[in-house]
């Protein structure tokens, strides 16, 4: 038996270094490195137990082609050669009658890194003149606005927050999304730090919090900007750093000036006296950090309360001490681009926003798509709009390639299904988001059945297509060696021989200690002008829920579903969480069937009454296959495709929803 060194590389901040052990070439037992720093030895279930997705039933094995209808599920075999002639020949004939921005690329990064997205993809895709794709399901409109406001200046590393004296979870469940993270907030806790948790849901670490705010969803632009402004009122503001080091605060202090306490208390659902409590602890704490979250964003208001979060360790100054400021995305320690190293950049077409796949598939027009490539990404169960999106893979007209490892729901709906291998079977490098790290991993088994990397299907199909320049990178080996080009000894060194480097300044930066704005200026933008110009209405302008359905769905992960990569192995059926009080005025039983429904979908599922949930909130999680409920449709067939005031990205909790007992069909 072999014991082999890992990484990772799933969309999940940890990034956890593994260890594998491997006999007679079958992975036996999968675990934590116990040397690596933050994962420190111990790993999720999901990944302990992903052995049985790696040999699972479920797989697939070989290359497919559809020989019933769309979406019968019927498929035969054949061999790559053919299926890759096929693919070429297809996407040459549409690029020939309707030009090459009739074909579209959709992929998010379920589990990848450097070596298997934005390199050979990007290369095909670009010289192809496809259209561009905009990956904004995820972190566009907390992107947009942290990058505004600071660059991307680096956060508070999660293993630093033991140093704080108030720790703020705000829209983030690291129960479930960074398991990492909750034994170094308990210790803190266990040190004298206090707890704020700003979440509609009691998540388990708010029911440890000194302070839960149960805001309803979409509300906390006022909450934010109501501290702001009791900051500046109180003299709490810190004025000598925000002459010093920002930009933009006596805007701020204006548009905050409308959010009293009573009146974003009232919007958002709360008793004012919780914001006050709040404000006043934050004002008194030092160090002071903050975790925001993504549940933040995925609504229409997302992009403007997250800047307002990030503005208040500038306004009330927590910033300069160890522990202190803000984590968002702590990505920034390295700027290895893939797409640069294959010597491609994005061609100059038309962009199409993957939150509006399905009206995109079913509308665009000039040309409309005609092919799509669909890989690293289960679109069916991820995008909003479930029912568009079902109905746009499953026209007749369109040619659809699915590269996957399993047999999910979107491959079912494929002309042609790619066997694609897991991180266990090819190389990956990847870029931690939690801690700060690069992390290498090699492959420790051979690929199952014929599953080939994204990396050697993107090069053989640009060499195939003619897409390649003479002396460019033409394999993963290449790619590699160009991306780590880019690292200094020291830090090529450390990738060898222990599959982890970290940033130049260290894994533990110091904000305006160590690491700085990365604005033009070096300053905090509190009110960046094109934020401003994006953000309809202008930036922190508050949009009201729109008043139909009188609960609002949210949809965030569970610790079994943090994404749709291992819904295949979770039991179904998987219940609609609601408040006893809310479940009782329907006349509706716990573990009775319901109908949840909006003018977008329904969906049949099973009610579970929770004190956890708050009144007016119902919650279904992310990540569900068809299996899970009865009538085959998710949170997203529930919904709407309209975007974020930032960043174009969805509004999955800006669902409105009825539920009313299941009458049967
Ligand atoms: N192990 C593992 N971890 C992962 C991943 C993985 O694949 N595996 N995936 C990662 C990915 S892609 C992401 S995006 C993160 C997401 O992780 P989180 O940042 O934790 O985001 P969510 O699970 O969407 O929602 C977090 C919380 O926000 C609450 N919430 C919903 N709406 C609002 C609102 O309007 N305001 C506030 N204040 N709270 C709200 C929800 O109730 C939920 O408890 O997890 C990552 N973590
Ligand atoms: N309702 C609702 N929907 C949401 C969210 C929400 O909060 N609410 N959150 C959104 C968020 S935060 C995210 S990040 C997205 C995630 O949505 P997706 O990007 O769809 O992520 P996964 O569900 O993990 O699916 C990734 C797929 O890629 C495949 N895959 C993994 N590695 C490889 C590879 O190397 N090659 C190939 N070819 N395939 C591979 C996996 O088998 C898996 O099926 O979902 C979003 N959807
Ligand atoms: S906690 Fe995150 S990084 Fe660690 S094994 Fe699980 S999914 Fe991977
Ligand atoms: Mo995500």
């Known amino acids: 038996m072999a014991r082999l060194p890992s990484a990772c590389p799933l969309d999940c901040p940890d990034t956890c270094g593994l260890e594998v052990d491997v006999e007679d070439g079958r992975l ?29 039933a479920e797989r697939v094995c070989q290359p497919m082609r559809r020989v019933g209808a769309k979406g019968s599920g019927e498929f035969e075999a054949l061999s790559w050669d053919a299926a890759l002639e096929l693919i070429a020949r297809r996407l040459q004939a549409v690029r020939a009658r309707w030009g090459g921005s009739a074909i579209l690329p959709v992929s998010y990064g379920g589990s990848n890194g450097l070596l298997s997205q934005d390199g050979f993809d990007a290369r095909l895709f670009d010289r192809l003149g496809a259209s561009r794709l905009l990956r904004t399901v995820c972190a566009a409109p907390t992107g947009r606005a942290a990058g505004g406001l600071y660059g991307k200046m680096p956060g508070v590393a999660l293993q630093c927050y033991d140093q704080a004296q108030l720790i703020v979870v705000w829209g983030c469940n690291p129960s479930a999304t960074s398991i990492h993270l909750v034994p170094v907030i308990r210790r803190a806790q266990r040190a004298g730090a206090r707890l704020v948790v700003v979440d509609p849901r009691r998540t388990p670490l708010a029911g440890h919090a000194d302070l839960h705010l149960p805001v309803l969803p979409g509300t906390d632009l006022p909450v934010a900007l109501s501290i702001i402004r009791w900051l500046f009122d109180k003299g709490s503001a810190d004025t000598a750093f925000l002459s010093a080091h920002a930009r933009g605060a006596a805007e701020l202090r204006q548009r905050a000036e409308a959010w009293s306490f009573e009146r974003a208390a009232a919007v958002a ?11 006043t602890l934050y004002a008194a704490s030092s160090p002071a950090v903050i975790r925001c979250g993504w549940g933040v964003e995925r ?3 997302g992009g403007s309360a997250v800047a307002a979060i990030l503005a208040l360790p500038s306004v009330a100054g927590k910033f300069g001490v160890a522990g202190g400021g803000y984590t968002m995305s702590n990505s920034s320690g390295f700027q290895l681009d893939p797409r640069a190293a294959v010597g491609s950049q994005p061609a100059a077409t038309r962009a199409v926003n993957l939150s509006q796949l399905g009206k995109s598939l079913l509308r665009l027009s000039d040309p409309p798509l005609q092919a799509v490539f669909v890989y690293n990404m289960n679109p069916l169960a991820s995008c909003p709009a479930q029912n568009k999106v079902r109905q746009g893979l499953l026209r007749e007209d369109l040619f659809s390639v699915v590269f996957e490892q399993v047999w999910t729901d979107t491959a079912r709906l494929a002309d042609v299904v790619l066997p694609a291998t897991t991180f266990f079977e090819h190389r990956e490098l990847k870029v931690s988001y939690g801690s700060y790290a690069l992390r290498r991993a090699a492959p420790c088994i051979a690929p199952v059945g014929e599953a080939r990397s994204n990396a050697a299907v993107f090069a053989e ?7 390649n320049q003479p002396g460019e990178v033409q394999d993963v080996e290449g790619l590699e060696t160009r991306l780590l080009s880019q690292l200094n000894a020291e830090q090529r060194q450390a990738l060898c021989e222990r599959g982890l480097a970290l940033p130049d300044f260290g894994d533990a930066p110091v904000q305006f200690g160590d690491v700085f704005p990365k604005t033009p200026d070096g300053k905090v933008d509190l009110c960046p002008a094109a934020l401003d110009d994006e953000a309809p209405g202008g930036l922190y302008c508050f949009r009201p829920a729109i008043q139909e359905g009188s609960l609002q769905l949210i949809s965030p992960a569970i610790p079994q579903l943090v994404s749709s990569t291992f819904g295949g192995s979770l039991r179904g059926p998987i219940p609609l969480q609601i408040h006893p009080g809310d479940a009782a005025d329907r006349g509706l039983f716990d573990q009775g069937t319901v109908r949840v429904f909006n003018a977008s979908g329904e969906v049949v599922c099973q009610l579970a009454c929770s004190t956890t949930m708050r009144r007016g909130v119902v919650c279904l999680p992310k990540g569900l296959w068809a299996r899970h409920t009865a009538n085959g449709c998710t949170a997203n067939a529930l919904a709407p495709d309209t975007l974020s005031d930032l960043g174009g990205g969805a509004c999955y909790n800006d669902a409105r929803v009825e539920v009313e007992a299941w009458q049967g069909p």
């Open 461 to 467: 199909l640009c060499a195939r297509l003619g897409l």
């Open 299 to 301: 609504n229409r208001n």
């Open 28 to 56: 036996r037992r999968i675990a934590g490195r116990a040397d690596h720093p933050f994962s420190g030895g111990f790993i999720c279930g999901k990944v302990r137990g992903s052995a049985r997705r790696v040999y699972s």
């Open 269 to 279: 659902g709360l008793q004012p006296e919780l914001l006050e409590r709040f404000a």
